[in-house]
T-cell receptor
Framework: GNSVTQMEGPVTLSEEAFLTINCTYTATGYPSLFWYVQYPGEGLQLLLKATKADDKGSNKGFEATYRKETTSFHLEKGSVQVSDSAVYFCALSSGNTGNQFYFGTGTSLTVIP | DGGITQSPKYLFRKEGQNVTLSCEQNLNHDAMYWYRQDPGQGLRLIYYSQIVNDFQKGDIAEGYSVSREKKESFPLTVTSAQKNPTAFYLC?????????????FGPGTRLTVL
């Protein structure tokens, strides 16, 4: 079946620290992979995506590389800011089930000045 | 501005009542989705619709119903049969139902059962 396993939180970092949030997946077919961000009381916003192996998605200083050999899509940022404090969700869309998304449980990030 | 709107933002329901959550999009997307989010958990799919007048059950459809009479609208009814309806409900849409399509989310409706 399809599933996403995400790094447990919460994560607390100092401003300008390096961020990694781990995400691994199990999927049938050829999934697309996504990272979404959710701010308190709001819906999810797309952060980045990759649709095939070895693709790198990037946006606002965040990056993630689609690694088929390790079934991973880890989120990284070189220098976090207070404004990056939010909950981050990894998700996959499996080619075998159309566009049905499977989400991880989310990782809460707090960045302190 | 194109986007997805959900109303109301907060909704309170007494036990035994049905309530309907609104979701409207002006992105001209074919596919629409409803998810439920509980604290500390990921999103779980309730229903989805690929085209007008067609919809499919997701992983947790029991106690919910939907309709898709217009392309831009996908209302969700939470019935009295849903045992634990207090949650944050998110509507999403995507251009089609292809696996590479991004899903775009509305701001959500928080439902509380009193």
């Amino acid at each position: 079946g399809n599933s996403v396993t995400q790094m447990e939180g919460p994560v607390t970092l100092s401003e300008e620290a390096f961020l990694t949030i781990n995400c691994t997946y199990t999927a049938t077919g050829y999934p697309s992979l996504f990272w979404y961000v959710q701010y308190p009381g709001e819906g999810l916003q797309l952060l980045l995506k990759a649709t095939k192996a070895d693709d790198k998605g990037s946006n606002k200083g965040f990056e993630a590389t689609y690694r088929k050999e390790t079934t991973s899509f880890h989120l990284e940022k070189g220098s976090v800011q207070v404004s990056d404090s939010a909950v981050y969700f990894c998700a996959l869309s499996s080619g075998n089930t159309g566009n049905q998304f499977y989400f991880g449980t989310g990782t809460s990030l707090t960045v302190i000045p | 501005d194109g986007g997805i709107t959900q109303s109301p933002k907060y909704l309170f329901r007494k036990e035994g009542q049905n309530v309907t959550l609104s979701c409207e999009q002006n992105l001209n997307h074919d596919a629409m989705y409803w998810y439920r989010q509980d604290p500390g958990q990921g999103l779980r799919l309730i229903y989805y619709s690929q085209i007008v007048n067609d919809f499919q059950k997701g992983d947790i459809a029991e106690g919910y119903s939907v309709s898709r009479e217009k392309k831009e609208s996908f209302p969700l009814t939470v019935t009295s049969a849903q045992k634990n309806p207090t949650a944050f409900y998110l509507c999403a849409s995507s251009p089609q139902h292809a696996s590479t399509d991004t899903q775009y989310f509305g701001p959500g409706t928080r439902l509380t059962v009193l």
